[in-house]
């Protein structure tokens, strides 16, 4: 059973080693081949030609934390109905009325951030 | 194939290299490695592929005929040979790294973006015997993969200490956060219909004929899970994250080279990652579409390739056709249309699974 997961594990590795390998392979290779040669201008970060105006860790709009908190919830939701939905037709129609007053209640949850202007981006 | 390799390379170098104890641990190891490799490869040479594809199909819609200039072998070949040319080319650039970067997180984040969108084909079925890691939790591990892909674009655009990269990845991170609920919605429902995690099992669950594949009974389904995967990968039309007239290239904007590359790898390996599990999903995989019929009715693997090559092209022909989403747009569908439509959908199908509708849940 657990030895199924091995192959998974391996990929992962490998993964994970064709990427330090291609960005070692382009640091070096990429130094040798492409005549590096550091000065300032070339060193700051890219900004249409002009030179940066301030720092680039700027504030920025709340609403992509709404975002990120509304996801952490509804991908909760989406966890919870993983296992029921694989196991709906052993559980039958007790199981299924229960996941209907769950998304019931999400649901209201959901008219409720949508009433409140939480999904709105203007 | 396998059994050569098995016989007459793995099994005489391990017995010379390894004391006879964790032989076997070797064999299975430098098998599984071997698997690996005859995966990667083939994605690879499709991603490269890909990038030739895209610039010709766009051409060709666009009335222009694509790069013709880079042959192979000193014959034209209509390109051929173009995509070797620019990887060649992109190994051979300098990777330089800005000085207001957070020199470790900014390499580490191309390694992040391409380990998860390449260690996800693990669990990908080729045919019925096919496939590298038969696990039954393999839709799950597809969903925990693909999510951590927003792991690097996020590190990348914070690490580039520049403001295009870190508004890309602000962009391009509440983007990929919204439709991945979706998109785990639409799976759900698949799961309602197949009644197993495995992947194997849900193309076994579309045995019969074209309309016994999931598409029907899950038709919303289809599209938002599709919809969503474009708009996962950053593809046109929802390219905002990089929309290259207001912010150049967003969150890679400071990388250059093999760093570019490996971004850009992820991004087509996941877009070919998609294509798979949209026919596989929902277009029976690697089953005929006409079963029953001799020789063509046949299952192969093929047909699966045949499915996801089709998806592919709708990858080209949507960025070759939409104007590119406003962000408030793209937002506005992921929340306000495609949620609750997967939710009634869900409980559709949930419906149709419990009352047994034939012909598909009796």
Same mark, same amino acid.
């Given at each position: 059973?657990?030895?199924?997961?091995?192959p998974?594990?391996?990929?992962?590795?490998?993964?994970?080693?064709?990427?330090?390998?291609?960005?070692?392979?382009?640091?070096?290779?990429?130094r %040798?081949?492409?005549?590096?040669?550091?000065?300032?201008?070339?060193?700051?970060?890219?900004?249409?030609?002009?030179?940066?105006?301030?720092?680039?860790?700027?504030?920025?709009?709340?609403?992509?934390?709404?975002?990120?908190?509304?996801?952490?919830?509804?991908?909760?939701?989406?966890?919870?109905?993983?296992?029921?939905?694989?196991?709906?037709?052993? %559980?039958?129609?007790?199981?299924?009325?229960?996941?209907?007053i769950?998304?019931?209640?999400?649901?209201?949850?959901?008219?409720?951030?949508?009433?409140?202007?939480?999904?709105?981006?203007? | 194939? #396998?059994?050569?390799?098995?016989?007459?390379?793995?099994?005489?170098?391990?017995?010379?290299?390894?004391?006879? $104890?964790?032989?076997?641990?070797?064999?299975?190891?430098l098998?599984?490695?071997?698997?690996?490799? *005859?995966?990667?490869?083939? /994605?690879?040479?499709?991603?490269?592929?890909l990038?030739?594809?895209?610039?010709? /199909?766009?051409?060709?819609? @666009?009335?222009?005929?694509?790069?013709?200039? /880079?042959?192979?072998?000193?014959?034209?070949?209509?390109?051929?040979?173009?995509?070797?040319?620019?990887?060649?080319? =992109?190994v051979?650039?300098?990777?330089?790294?800005?000085?207001? *970067?957070?020199?470790?997180?900014?390499? #580490?984040?191309?390694?992040?973006?391409?380990?998860?969108?390449?260690?996800?084909?693990?669990?990908?079925?080729?045919?019925?015997?096919?496939?590298l890691?038969?696990?039954?939790?393999?839709?799950?591990?597809? +969903? *925990? +993969?693909?999510?951590?892909?927003?792991?690097?674009?996020?590190?990348?655009?914070?690490?580039?200490?520049?403001?295009?990269?870190?508004?890309?990845?602000?962009?391009?991170?509440?983007?990929?956060?919204?439709?991945?609920?979706?998109?785990?919605?639409?799976?759900?429902?698949?799961?309602?219909?197949?009644?197993?995690?495995?992947? &194997?099992?849900?193309? @076994?669950?579309?045995?019969?004929?074209?309309?016994?594949?999931?598409?029907?009974?899950?038709?919303? =389904?289809? &599209?938002?899970?599709?919809?969503?995967?474009?708009?996962?990968?950053?593809?046109?039309?929802?390219?905002?994250?990089?929309?290259?007239?207001?912010?150049?290239?967003?969150?890679?904007?400071?990388?250059?080279? =093999?760093? !570019?590359?490996?971004?850009?790898?992820?991004?087509?390996?996941? #877009?070919?990652?998609?294509?798979?599990?949209?026919?596989i #999903?929902?277009?029976? &995989?690697?089953?005929?579409?006409f @079963?029953?019929?001799?020789?063509?009715?046949? $299952? $192969?693997?093929?047909?699966?390739?045949?499915?996801? $090559?089709?998806? =592919?092209?709708?990858?080209?022909?949507?960025?070759?056709? !939409?104007?590119?989403?406003?962000?408030?747009?793209?937002?506005?569908?992921?929340?306000? /249309?495609?949620?609750?439509?997967?939710?009634?959908?869900?409980?559709?199908?949930a419906?149709?699974?419990?009352?047994?509708?034939?012909?598909?849940?009796?």
């Amino acid at each position: 059973m657990l030895e199924n997961y091995f192959p998974v594990l391996v990929f992962i590795l490998v993964g994970l080693a064709i990427g330090v390998v291609m960005l070692a392979l382009g640091l070096v290779l990429g130094r %040798i081949m492409g005549h590096a040669r550091a000065d300032s201008e070339k060193q700051s970060p890219y900004e249409c030609g002009f030179e940066a105006f301030e720092d680039a860790r700027m504030k920025f709009d709340v609403r992509y934390y709404l975002v990120a908190i509304l996801f952490i919830i509804f991908d909760l939701e989406i966890a919870f109905l993983f296992p029921w939905a694989v196991a709906l037709e052993k %559980i039958g129609m007790a199981g299924f009325w229960a996941m209907m007053i769950f998304l019931a209640v999400l649901v209201v949850g959901f008219i409720y951030e949508w009433r409140k202007g939480a999904l709105e981006w203007e | 194939m #396998m059994d050569l390799l098995r016989n007459f390379i793995i099994f005489p170098v391990t017995e010379i290299l390894f004391p006879s $104890s964790i032989q076997p641990y070797a064999v299975l190891t430098l098998e599984t490695l071997a698997k690996i490799i *005859a995966i990667i490869i083939p /994605v690879m040479i499709t991603v490269l592929y890909l990038t030739f594809a895209e610039r010709k /199909v766009i051409g060709y819609i @666009q009335a222009r005929i694509g790069p013709n200039r /880079v042959g192979l072998f000193g014959f034209r070949l209509w390109g051929f040979g173009q995509p070797i040319a620019d990887a060649v080319k =992109l190994v051979l650039k300098e990777i330089v790294i800005p000085s207001g *970067a957070n020199k470790t997180l900014f390499i #580490m984040a191309p390694i992040l973006s391409i380990a998860p969108s390449l260690a996800a084909w693990a669990v990908i079925p080729f045919n019925d015997v096919m496939v590298l890691a038969n696990i039954n939790a393999g839709l799950l591990y597809i +969903l *925990a +993969l693909t999510s951590l892909s927003v792991y690097g674009i996020i590190i990348a655009g914070w690490a580039s200490n520049s403001k295009y990269a870190f508004l890309g990845a602000m962009r391009s991170a509440a983007q990929i956060v919204a439709y991945e609920i979706a998109m785990g919605f639409a799976l759900v429902g698949v799961l309602i219909a197949a009644g197993s995690l495995n992947l &194997g099992d849900i193309i @076994q669950a579309q045995n019969g004929s074209v309309f016994h594949w999931f598409w029907l009974p899950l038709l919303p =389904l289809v &599209g938002v899970y599709f919809i969503s995967g474009v708009a996962e990968t950053n593809r046109a039309p929802f390219d905002v994250a990089e929309g290259e007239s207001e912010i150049v290239a967003g969150f890679h904007v400071e990388y250059g080279g =093999l760093a !570019f590359s490996v971004f850009f790898l992820a991004e087509y390996a996941n #877009m070919i990652l998609i294509s798979m599990l949209t026919s596989i #999903m929902f277009f029976g &995989g690697w089953l005929s579409p006409f @079963q029953g019929i001799p020789v063509l009715g046949a $299952s $192969s693997m093929f047909w699966l390739f045949a499915k996801a $090559s089709f998806f =592919l092209f709708m990858f080209l022909w949507f960025r070759a056709t !939409f104007p590119r989403y406003r962000y408030d747009q793209i937002m506005r569908l992921g929340w306000k /249309v495609f949620i609750p439509i997967t939710i009634v959908w869900l409980v559709v199908a949930a419906i149709l699974v419990v009352t047994g509708i034939p012909p598909w849940f009796d």
